[in-house]
């Protein structure tokens, strides 16, 4: 069982940078895949970004590649995602999510999830 707790939400303007930081329970952390998705209202959650367990290959959404990194710390058991030159769009509750499939991109890979951490972005 993993428990995930999202951080470092809040409000930008066009251009910024936020962090958010996901923080795990459990002492399998380093056996899963992480990865950020994010929802905004009226639309569906999508995919942003994920790492596998060894963080090799990670991979990013189109449409925030250039702009996102997500790292790792298994002996911190978290996972981060540096968000830079932040746009509209971006705005959305962001989730991290752990699981063991290999197919990183889909929702259905993975097995725990977060409670999401809002990013608004100004114009």
């Known amino acids: 069982q993993v428990q995930l707790v999202e951080s470092g939400g809040g409000l930008v303007q066009a251009g910024g940078s936020l962090r958010l930081s996901c923080a795990a329970s459990g002492r399998t952390f380093s056996t899963y895949n992480m990865g950020w998705f994010r929802q905004a209202p009226g639309k569906e959650r999508e995919f942003v970004s994920a790492i596998y367990w060894n963080s090799d290959n990670p991979y990013y959404a189109d449409s925030v590649k250039g702009r996102f990194a997500i790292s790792r710390d298994n002996a911190k058991n978290s996972v981060f995602l540096q968000m830079n030159s932040l746009k509209p769009e971006d705005t959305a509750v962001y989730y991290c999510?752990?699981?063991?499939?290999?197919?990183?991109?889909?929702?259905?890979?993975?097995?725990?999830w977060g409670q999401g951490t809002q990013v608004t972005v100004s114009s």
């Open positions: 999510a752990a699981g063991s499939s290999w197919n990183l991109r889909i929702s259905s890979a993975y097995n725990y």
